[in-house]
T-cell receptor
Framework: EPEVTQTPSHQVTQMGQEVILRCVPI?????FYWYRQILGQKVEFLVS????????KSEIFDDQFSVERPDGSNFTLKIRSTKLEDSAMYFC?????????????FGPGTRLTVL | AQSVSQHNHHVILSEAASLELGCNYS??????LFWYVQYPGQHLQLLLK??????LVKGIKGFEAEFIKSKFSFNLRKPSVQWSDTAEYFC????????????FGAGTRLAVHP
């Protein structure tokens, strides 16, 4: 069964450094998402992406964040200057389409630790 | 704003006990409802979903959930749990006009003892 994959599984960085989290969505999917889960808190939506554009973003997704689909397979989340509060598990998801009936499939997550 | 509440944060059961996890959402329009499960060390997996039709939906591994529109609820049930059901369970909703943005509940951590 096709799966969403994410790399790395764990990233440790110093405050102020840039990080890029990578995701490979399921190959025939067209819609991509990033969510995050701070330890002990809810899974929160960050951004959705389609046709090389952001479809929707939450208030968490400020100017420090950006997303890109640099080639036909990868989908990346960049945090320009990490803060301590960016420490969280980041999940990538993809879906075939964006209708209400479309299921999002999640990757295993990248645990980001900002020191 | 749309939100999802899961009433039980931690549930401990013995094998063969019945399970019901509560989930309520706040949104007046059309919603689709999901339960995801996260086994220890693994990623979020879809357990079941409700889009329309029969409000009682059956998912994988013997789980089912009932959508009660008047109560804004989508509770997850399993008649007899197994040790392998130990996991965290997340209720999520997708609201009309939300570009498929999932709104999650806080999760319920289930521990099943042999």
């Amino acid at each position: 069964e096709p799966e969403v994959t994410q790399t790395p599984s764990h990233q440790v960085t110093q405050m102020g450094q840039e990080v890029i989290l990578r995701c490979v969505p399921i190959s025939n999917h067209l819609y991509f998402y990033w969510y995050r889960q701070i330890l002990g808190q809810k899974v929160e939506f960050l951004v959705s992406f389609y046709n090389n554009e952001i479809s929707e973003k939450s208030e968490i997704f400020d100017d420090q964040f950006s997303v890109e689909r640099p080639d036909g397979s990868n989908f990346t989340l960049k945090i320009r200057s990490t803060k301590l509060e960016d420490s969280a598990m980041y999940f990538c998801a993809s879906s075939e389409a964006s209708g209400l009936t479309d299921t999002q499939y999640f990757g295993p997550g990248t645990r980001l630790t900002v020191l | 704003a749309q939100s999802v509440s899961q009433h039980n944060h931690h549930v401990i059961l013995s094998e063969a006990a019945s399970l019901e996890l509560g989930c309520n959402y706040s949104y007046g329009g059309t919603v689709n409802l999901f339960w995801y499960v996260q086994y220890p060390g693994q990623h979020l997996q879809l357990l079941l979903k409700y889009f329309s039709g029969d409000p009682l939906v059956k998912g994988i591994k013997g789980f089912e959930a009932e959508f009660i529109k008047s109560k804004f609820s989508f509770n997850l049930r399993k008649p007899s749990v197994q040790w392998s059901d130990t996991a965290e369970y997340f209720c999520a909703v997708n609201c009309s006009g939300g570009y498929n943005k999932l709104i999650f509940g806080a999760g319920t951590r289930l521990a099943v003892h042999p």
